[in-house]
């Protein structure tokens, strides 16, 4: 028996994936409890190490960092979005004179590392006598890279769609510019809500890198306080409390991402113009037989 995809598995494959799966799960255990045992056995776990999470200035610098690294992420995210939309219509366009600088922006953009990216905003500029502030440095290096990614993104979502999409638009009259903003990219973007959302994740995380230049976002708080020998060096625990904070951080960006995307599925805008499109390019396409067989369409 099989299927489209792939060959149904028997009762000797079935049983062979499920005594892997539980072969994987007890790895798994195995090196998350090794992990622990080695934090508890080398006192990472002792109340001294954890001290500093006792005092009220502490969780404020924490708050005030994770503000640091939301407003960060915040003006990075829109500024990608924005930089993905334009590059990815200039790359779309009919013109060779704004599709190939479109298309050299984008594959430079995405070649260059974010961390280069960051570098070459915060230690070069001022070579040539132009200083830059690490959060502007931070939002700018974000921007021009996940920008240069999500516009490949949009393109592939619209290059995706059917063509008869397009020449539906056509037939109703629409100019390329309206074609494009009310059947392509509403019904691209939604296709493509969830690699939209995994690269913003992939942005908010990348903030932490941040701290190499000094921005004083999560991690680098985390590691001013993890060296305070007064508190005990907690390198270790301010390293868990950071992660959970950014683990919490992407399952509230994935929760927000998940609802926006059932509002657009409940939503009928770019069903009723598809919807309103396809009968119309019917009835010319009858009319234009029509018109073959009769020499004109008005006898």
């Known amino acids: 028996m099989s299927s489209v995809l792939y060959d149904v598995p028997g009762p000797r494959a079935v049983l062979?994936?499920?005594?892997?799966?539980?072969?994987?799960?007890?790895?798994?255990?195995?090196?998350?409890?090794?992990?622990?045992?080695?934090?508890?056995?080398?006192?990472?776990?002792?109340?001294?190490?954890?001290?500093?999470?006792?005092?009220?200035?502490?969780?404020?610098?924490?708050?005030?960092?994770?503000?640091?690294?939301?407003?960060?992420?915040?003006?990075?995210?829109?500024?990608?979005?924005?930089?993905?939309?334009?590059?990815?219509?200039?790359?779309?366009?009919?013109?060779?004179?704004?599709r190939w600088p479109a298309t050299v922006v984008i594959e430079v953009l995405r070649a260059i590392p974010v961390l280069v990216l960051m570098f070459l905003l915060y230690y070069g500029l001022p070579v040539v006598g132009i200083r830059m502030e690490p959060y502007w440095a931070v939002v700018i290096a974000l921007v021009a890279y996940n920008g240069s990614v999500l516009a490949e993104v949009v393109r592939a979502g619209v290059e995706s769609l059917p063509r008869g999409q397009s020449e539906a638009g056509y037939a109703l009259g629409l100019r390329k510019t309206g074609v494009m903003r009310l059947i392509l990219l509403p019904q691209a973007v939604r296709a493509m809500m969830p690699v939209i959302i995994a690269q913003l994740v992939v942005t908010l995380k990348d903030t932490a890198l941040g701290y190499i230049i000094t921005y004083q976002e999560l991690l680098w708080y985390a590691k001013y306080l993890g060296t305070q020998s007064s508190i005990g060096s907690p390198i270790i625990p301010a390293t868990i409390v950071v992660g959970a904070i950014y683990i919490g951080l992407c399952l509230l960006l994935s929760l927000v991402a998940t609802l926006v995307e059932r509002r657009l599925r409940r939503s009928g805008r770019v069903a009723a113009v598809a919807a309103a499109a396809q009968p119309t390019q019917e009835v010319t396409d009858t009319e234009l037989l029509a018109t073959q067989r009769t020499g004109s369409p008005d006898r």
Not at 38 to 63: D, H, I, N, P
Request: avoid cysteine; hydrophobic fraction near 70%; glycine fraction near 8%.
């Open 16 to 98: 062979r994936h499920r005594v892997l799966g539980v072969v994987t799960v007890l790895v798994v255990l195995a090196i998350v409890a090794f992990l622990v045992w080695r934090l508890a056995a080398t006192g990472q776990f002792a109340a001294q190490k954890w001290e500093a999470f006792t005092y009220t200035s502490v969780w404020a610098q924490v708050g005030l960092a994770m503000l640091r690294t939301l407003a960060a992420f915040a003006a990075a995210a829109v500024g990608a979005l924005v930089l993905g939309f334009v590059l990815a219509l200039g790359r779309m366009s009919a013109h060779a004179w704004i």
